[in-house]
């Protein structure tokens, strides 16, 4: 089925710890994008890619890191979790020259 | 930069019933995309209408419309004959249209509907 995988879909996390959260699509999109999501404060961009081997920053994106080794893949990675990425977050990807974004499932992330 | 603003954290409405969701947004863009995202108790998030600021015809789906005032810079949606269904948090977005580059979303803060059976 075509679509975005995240994975996974929760974890409880210690401060300091490194957690690399993970997302797949399998529609060729060349856009993806990482957001988060807190109550009263909608969703916020951390980062995106235009296309595999590049990546750009989005509004909040201390702390959290990414890569685009290939057009599929788009994992974010928090390198010592703090008690404020406590948040869920949303892979998202896009074809070129389209405004529709395609949004996965979310992963709840809790840290501790 | 741009901002999108939602001042109704919530709203509730009747089943059957009509309910009008608010939304405002500040650009100096003259060409750009306006999106109105549904997020139900399951979490996924649901694109539900889409206008662009070229079109000056309001887009509609089915039961979702939209008044889009352009000037005003607002972009409002309209539910008819609500669902139970509906109940979700809904977030307005927007969008500048590069015309091949990437389209990041500006999200607003969202207002979060109850219908009432």
């Known amino acids: 089925i075509a679509g975005i995988t995240q994975a996974p879909t929760s974890q409880i996390l210690a401060a300091g710890r490194r957690m690399t959260l993970r997302c797949t699509q399998d529609?060729?999109?060349?856009?993806m994008y990482w957001y988060r999501q807190d109550l009263g404060l909608g969703l916020r961009l951390i980062h995106y890619?235009?296309?595999?081997?590049?990546?750009g920053k989005g509004e909040v994106p201390d702390g959290y890191s990414v890569s685009r080794a290939n057009t599929d893949d788009f994992p974010l990675t928090l390198a010592s979790a703090v008690p404020s990425q406590t948040s869920v977050y949303f892979c998202?990807?896009?074809?070129?020259?389209?405004?529709?974004?395609?949004f996965g499932p979310g992963t709840r992330l809790t840290v501790l | 930069a741009q901002t999108v603003t939602q001042s109704q954290p919530e709203m509730s409405v009747q089943e059957a019933e009509t309910v009008t969701l608010s939304c405002t947004y500040d650009?100096?863009?003259?060409?750009?995309?306006l999106f109105w995202y549904k997020q139900p108790p399951s979490r996924q998030m649901i694109l539900v209408i889409r206008?662009?600021?070229?079109?000056?015809q309001n887009a509609t789906e089915n039961r979702f419309s939209v008044n889009f005032q352009k000037a005003a810079k607002s972009f409002s949606l309209k539910i008819s004959d609500s669902q139970l269904g509906d109940a979700a948090m809904y977030f307005c977005?927007?969008?500048?249209?590069?015309?091949?580059?990437?389209?990041?979303?500006?999200f607003g803060t969202g207002t979060l509907l109850a219908v009432q059976p």
């Open positions: 977005a927007y969008s500048r249209r590069y015309g091949g580059a990437t389209n990041k979303l500006i």
């Open positions: 890619s235009n296309t595999a081997g590049t990546t």
């Open positions: 998202a990807s896009g074809a070129s020259g389209f405004s529709e974004q395609f």
């Open positions: 206008q662009e600021a070229y079109k000056q």
């Open positions: 650009t100096s863009e003259s060409d750009y995309y």
């Open positions: 529609m060729r999109h060349n856009a």
